[in-house]
């Protein structure tokens, strides 16, 4: 079975270790080095929540994201990533932080056992989605790959055309391209695919379920646990 859950990133450093290694071996596989996302500060971050993507038996990681929000001390990877390029992200990233509040869902990867599944593109973005409206921010940054802009699209994010060439920038590096994109306001989905809208939807009310999924190498269960221990603890 596989399993997916949610946590604050100081209260697993364990499975933070296992994140940060299965991140960095598929990044050097297609020789990227230099990626805003790629940190490890986060770790010890309480506004960091993971989103970790495992084998329920043997906990073996298969991959995941996280989904940072913005403080004094962290800022977000989008503006590292792209800020040198069109300052403009800047102003965007403070005027929602005035709002309320914002974040970024960065970090998405699987691992080769699990790759075809869709588990690094749509059930993450979906999982991001749903975590947007339990979090204290009014919006939520993704910087994408050309492969991931649908999904960002299917759940509700839309193309920041403002920025850069109509949204587009040259990164990580030169020969790649990475998509600005932004869920303006979680708790509208009228921009969400109807399938991925019921499935979100689903998941905030409750989010511990198993659904079958299906991805270009076929169906398979996946078991959520989108319950978020410790949200609300004073930091």
Not at 76 to 97: C, W
Not at 116 to 134: C, D, E, P, Q, T
């Amino acid at each position: 079975m596989i399993h997916i859950r949610t946590f604050r990133a100081p209260d697993d450093p364990e499975a933070c270790s296992k994140f940060i290694v299965g991140h960095k071996r598929l990044l050097e596989l297609y020789g990227i080095t230099q990626i805003t996302s790629n940190r490890q500060d986060w770790v010890e971050d309480p506004k960091t929540v993971v989103i970790l993507v495992e084998d329920k038996e043997t906990k073996f990681v298969y991959g995941g994201a996280r989904i940072q929000i913005k403080s004094e001390k962290y800022d977000l990877p989008i503006a590292s990533a792209i800020g040198k390029y069109d300052p403009k992200v800047y102003d965007m990233i403070d005027i929602d932080q005035q709002r309320g509040g914002t974040c970024e869902l960065c970090g998405l990867w699987n691992s080769r056992e699990v790759a075809g599944m869709g588990i690094g593109s749509h059930v993450l973005a979906r999982v991001g989605s749903v975590l947007a409206a339990k979090l204290p921010i009014v919006s939520l940054f993704v910087l994408c790959a050309p492969v991931t802009v649908r999904m960002g699209k299917r759940v509700g994010c839309v193309i920041e055309t403002s920025l850069g060439n109509n949204g587009l920038f040259y990164y990580p590096k030169d020969d790649l391209v990475a998509t600005a994109m932004r869920l303006r306001n979680p708790e509208d989905l009228s921009n969400a695919d109807e399938s991925e809208r019921i499935k979100i939807l689903s998941l905030r009310d409750n989010p511990h379920q198993v659904f079958e999924e299906r991805g270009p190498k076929g169906m398979y269960q996946l078991e959520y646990n989108l319950h978020i221990p410790n949200l609300h603890d004073p930091v």
